[in-house]
Each structure stands twice: as structure tokens, then as C-alpha cells.
């Protein structure tokens, strides 16, 4: 097991990177005062229970909201209650990687590269290489992992991610033959591969596939003609699901983790 400091994790935002953290301080004061009436409203239904509900409470709105998975509640806390909550909630910590490319790229984007990476190293390995034995590769992240990237996937819906959540991204090469259209394997490409075919001609027959919570997605990226499989829209063509993430990958991090001046 590996363990990385702080400052390579790439599954949470660079703690070096001010300039995502100066984009997330704004996004969150924003969203602050765009719940403002509703959590004005909150603190009156629940006034039986708690004294006031918000971002800075204590308990704090996430923290009312974590309290309302699966634990026996006070009647205050009514359907409506509960949604309200978790929109409030959600909204602040991971609204602003739907609502802001920039956020979405400082935050996930690292890891969005050495993804990849780990998928063209199947791509273009040969029996010699060392990376052709990996055959799984488990990432243990956080909530905060899992929302940013579904963002950066264009697949996620605005809810909490719930406990024990877990995106699955598989990747496939169509076998050559008569049931071709049908089957799927494991990529394994054999030594004698052209080192020198183009991307487009390597990435040929190579589909993704990607899974959150076990439901298959069909990511908006993938939905044109040419960028999925024929017979299956949730097989996206390697190539389109690297344009994909390469729309999210910072070109130059540390450049792009400058504060900018105001």
C-alpha cells in the first residue's frame, strides 16, 4: 500500500494550489448567500430541535444532513427537510465543480492525468512490458474524490455521494471474428505491435466503460455518432473518452495554481 503526502496527493485538491482554494472560498461565500432565505427556513421547522441551521452551526448543515443517513429522526425532520438539506449541503461543497471548469480542472484534473496515463500503459504495452501485468488498479478516495470526478465525467447529479460509493472504470478491446460486434476482452496486445501507428489507428477497437455504484453510465461525451460502440452507447471509444479528460487535465499545474491578481 502507498501512501502519499499531502502535497502529490492527486485524489484531493493540492494544498499548494491557491489557486483553487481562492475559487472555492468564493464559490462557497456564494452559495452561502444564495441559501440564505432557505436556511432561515430551515432553522424555523427545526427550531424544536437545534438552534440554527447553517453553513457555520454547530451542528453545522452537513453535519444535520450526515445525522439524517439512516438514523432515527426527530418528526421535524420531514421528507422535504431532509431534500432541502441536502441540496444546501451538497450544493456548497460540490456545486462548483459543476459550475465552474476551472475548479473542476485544479481539483481533479491531476488525477484525471494519471488515469490517463494508466490506461494508455495497456494500450501500448507489449508482453515485455512490466505494466502489461497490472490488471486492476483500486484507488481509495473520499467524497471528495468521487463528486469531482463524476463532474469532470459530465455525469453528476447534484446528490451527496452515499457511503461505500465507488466509480468502476473498465477498459475493453473488441476481439477480432465472426461475433466481434458482441464480445469483449481484456485488452493484451501482442509484441509486435507498430509503435508508430498514429493515436487514432492504436486507440482503434478500444472502448471504456464507466460505472458509478455499480449503475452503468452513458457519459454525455460519448453520445455523438463514431463515439460509442454500435451496439452499446455506454462503450465509449477510447478516443472520446480521452478528449474527454484531456479537457479537464491543467497543462501546466503549477502555472495554473498561481493566485491571479484581482
Known sequence: MYLRDPYSDNLYANHKCKRFFDLLTEFQRNVTLRHETKLKSLTKKLKPVVREVSFSSKP?????????????????????????????????SFG???????????????????LRNQILSKVGSSTDDSSDHLKLAIYSGHDVTLAPLLAALDAYEDRWPPFASHITIELFQQRQGPHSSQTYAIPKISDTVDRKKSD?????????????????????????????????KSLCTLKAFLEVLDKQIPVDLEKECNPKNN
Open 60 to 92: 453545522s448543515c452537513n453535519e444535520l444532513l450526515a445525522k439524517a443517513n439512516g438514523v432515527p429522526l426527530p418528526k421535524e425532520f420531514t421528507d422535504e427537510v431532509i431534500d432541502d438539506l441536502n441540496v444546501a449541503s451538497t450544493g456548497r
Open 96 to 114: 462548483g465543480f459543476n459550475e465552474i471548469p476551472e475548479l473542476r480542472r485544479l481539483g481533479i484534473g491531476p488525477f484525471l492525468f494519471e
Open 200 to 232: 487514432a489507428e492504436k486507440y482503434d477497437g478500444y472502448f471504456v466503460r464507466v460505472k458509478y455504484n455499480n449503475k452503468i453510465l452513458e457519459l454525455p461525451g460519448c453520445k455523438k455518432n463514431g463515439a460509442h460502440h454500435t451496439n452499446d
